[in-house]
């Protein structure tokens, strides 16, 4: 799987780890920065983790901030985009099973290391449900 991943200042030691976690996986990843601590700004970052999955170049997209809450709401601006702050193994897998996200945004400052790594697994590993759930990912499509 091709998986789009970028940060900020306050995510970025979390999203050099999830990189490497997702390349030992044998995923494919784009890395969107940034490159060093150095602050900047989430959109900017958040943006093109959306674009690559918006244009097919990435399969899902990552991104990792102090929070998340941040990356995902910038995420969602984006069309087509339906990004989830996940804090937690089970919102990972309700949000693919429910929601088809496409994006996940992680906390860099909140949740461990471990954590995070089995929520990016999940995220991955989880197939949208479909059934009931189609009709509403399709109304929350139709909002864009």
Known sequence: MKVSIAGDHAGFEG?????RHLAALGHEVIDRGPDNEDRVDYPDFAALVAQ??????????VLVCGTGIGMAIAANKCAGIRAANVVSVEFAQLAREHNDANVIALSGRFVDTETNLAIVEAFLSTPFGGGRHTGRVEKIMALD
């Open 15 to 19: 999203k050099e780890l999830v990189k």
């Open 52 to 61: 690559d999955v918006q244009s097919g170049r990435a399969d899902r997209g």
